[in-house]
């Protein structure tokens, strides 16, 4: 085993701490690499405080891991000792379903194995996030890194990123879309970045004014804000798409009504209660509503490259890992600019 150390929660209601853990050795077909960076996603946040239920402590999270190779097995194709790696949501599937043979890993039959929060089919014990030092992982499930954008801003693609970046892809938004992103944080700024990429004529819907000026700088055409009824009502019928990051519960009904002829809302954000959903709201207009989990290994590899070719990263707020607790109480004000991301050197 490699010993290693992170920060991990011990209960729900416990702040995250220094932790001394062990991860598998490196197997013919795993990578070892030390972790530079680590993004801060809500997801961390959510299952820290168990408000999806069924979370396991100690819990190690991250799933936004950035870092270097120091090791390879006998069998590794893809990387050698010195290169860039990435990992994001997923560490595992059972890569012969048919959703994993397609590379929809995310929605394998039997279940993927998450980066954190799950217990590992294969090897046994719980998976251990990005909050640490070093990493494990099998080679098919680590992503290769441009080694011309800045390291830091590019770990947030691995989640926020690939999140947004797939179901855009998925439903072919761009060109002649008028497109709202719903929630300015982690998600909703790579969604704000793609759109615009794409082409599509983006609109920005936050529940905070003072963001205005930065969501325009990240590509948004329009603002409006999403808890002013007369804002929110002169947008009625205007949408084709809409890219909801929201965290927390809110009215699902006054943005289904800014959707225009078979429009759809795209829910990517996961309130931890349900939300209530009135038939009228859905029904005018032929309206669809969605939802879209992360992406799978080769759209998240596409994703990167992308962003390569493109010069997209994420704008990030570096701290270090002793900062934790207080990034977390600021991501839940909705004070985030907009992904906080850990400098590993500080653990
Ligand atoms: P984040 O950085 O905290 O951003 C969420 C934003 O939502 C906030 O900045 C705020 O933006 C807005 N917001 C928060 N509370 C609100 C409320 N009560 N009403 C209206 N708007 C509110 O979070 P994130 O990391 O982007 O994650 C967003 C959500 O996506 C989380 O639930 C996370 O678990 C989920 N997620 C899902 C997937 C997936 O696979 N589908 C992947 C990753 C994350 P404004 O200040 O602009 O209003
Ligand atoms: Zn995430
Ligand atoms: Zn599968």
């Known amino acids: 085993m ?8 011990q209960t729900a209601t416990s702040k995250l701490e220094f932790f001394n853990f062990e991860r598998r050795d490196v197997g013919p077909s795993d990578i070892q690499f030390d972790i530079l960076y680590c993004g801060v996603c809500h997801s961390d ?3 820290v405080r168990n408000e999806w239920g069924g979370s396991l402590y100690p819990m190690v999270p991250g799933h936004e891991i950035v870092g270097k190779v120091t090791h390879v097995g006998a069998k590794v194709k893809k990387f050698k000792a010195g290169d860039l790696a990435a990992v994001g949501c997923l560490v595992d599937s059972c890569r012969e379903c048919e959703n994993c043979k397609q590379g929809l890993e995310q929605y394998c039959y039997n279940g993927a194995t998450g980066t954190y929060n799950a217990r590992d089919k294969v090897h046994g014990g719980v998976t251990y996030g990005g909050y640490s030092k070093q990493m ?5 499930f680590a992503l290769k890194v441009s080694e011309t954008l800045p390291l830091a801003n590019v770990a947030p693609l691995l989640c926020a990123g690939i999140t947004t970046y797939s179901p855009l892809r998925h439903w072919k938004v761009g060109k002649g ?3 709202a992103v719903v929630g300015l944080g982690g ?3 790579m969604a704000l970045k793609f759109a615009a990429a794409f082409g599509a ?3 920005m819907l936050s529940t905070s004014p003072n963001k205005e000026a930065d969501a325009r700088k990240l590509g948004a055409h329009h603002f409006a804000l999403l808890n002013d009824a007369k804002q929110m009502k002169d947008l009625k019928s205007k949408f084709d798409f809409i890219i909801n990051t929201v965290s927390a519960p809110h009215d699902y009904n006054a943005l289904l009504r800014t959707l225009n002829t078979n429009g759809t809302m795209i829910c990517v954000g996961i309130p931890p209660t349900p939300i209530e959903l009135m038939g009228f709201a859905l029904l005018g207009n032929r309206r669809s509503i969605a939802g879209s989990s992360i992406g799978g290994i080769p759209e998240t590899q596409e994703m990167l490259d992308y962003c390569a070719a493109h010069n ?3 704008d990030i707020e570096l701290i270090n890992i002793n900062y934790i607790n207080e990034a977390y109480e600021r991501m839940l004000k909705g004070d985030v600019k907009y992904r906080f991301v850990i400098d590993m050197a500080s653990l």
């Not at 494990?136 to 098919?140: G, L, P, R």
């Open 201 to 203: 004529d983006v609109t």
């Open 45 to 47: 946040l959510h299952q």
């Open 177 to 179: 879309h008028n497109v």
């Open 187 to 189: 998600l909703g700024h």
């Open 136 to 140: 494990v992982v099998a080679e098919e």
């Open 2 to 9: 490699i010993a290693t150390k992170g920060y991990a929660a």
């Open 312 to 314: 997209i990263v994420s």
